[in-house]
């Protein structure tokens, strides 16, 4: 009679943790689930790349370090964003040619590029901007 008792004590423990590792199994899935989809929607934040070409004229004038400018119309943009501007390969000799400015500027509605002088030709790039906090 001993026997069966000891079987059955240890069945029932048996039966108890596999209900326990489902239920710990369930929550890690549905963990990870959670974890995915707000990995998902950081990726839907992620700024997109914009081609852009800086035309060799219509550069304006200011003074100062960099004295020659253009500005990138970008509709939404403000001053508090941050922006980058990465010269294309094929146009980085035109853009060490004119001393082009390493940073960029944010104004409204536009992204300002420098440089020492306005290019001899035509430079391809892209930009993105992130909104600002504030």
Do not use: H
Not at 85 to 92: G, Q, Y
Request: glycine letters at 8%; a negative charge.
């Amino acid at each position: 009679m001993e026997k069966i008792t000891i079987t059955a004590q240890l069945r029932a423990c048996g039966e108890a943790a596999k209900g326990f590792v489902s239920g710990l199994v369930g929550e890690l899935a549905a963990t990870v689930a959670e974890a995915l989809a707000e990995l998902e929607n950081a990726k839907a934040d992620k700024p997109q790349a914009v081609s852009v070409v800086l035309p060799a004229s219509g550069w304006a004038s200011d003074g100062g370090d960099y004295p020659k400018y253009y500005d990138i119309p970008v509709p939404g943009v403000t001053a508090k964003d941050r922006a980058e501007v990465v010269i294309a390969p094929d146009s980085l000799e035109v853009s060490r040619a004119c001393g082009m400015c390493g940073v960029c500027e944010t104004l409204e509605d536009r992204v300002r590029v420098r440089a020492l002088r306005a290019p001899a030709a035509a430079i391809a790039a892209e930009y993105w901007v992130q909104e600002g906090k504030g």
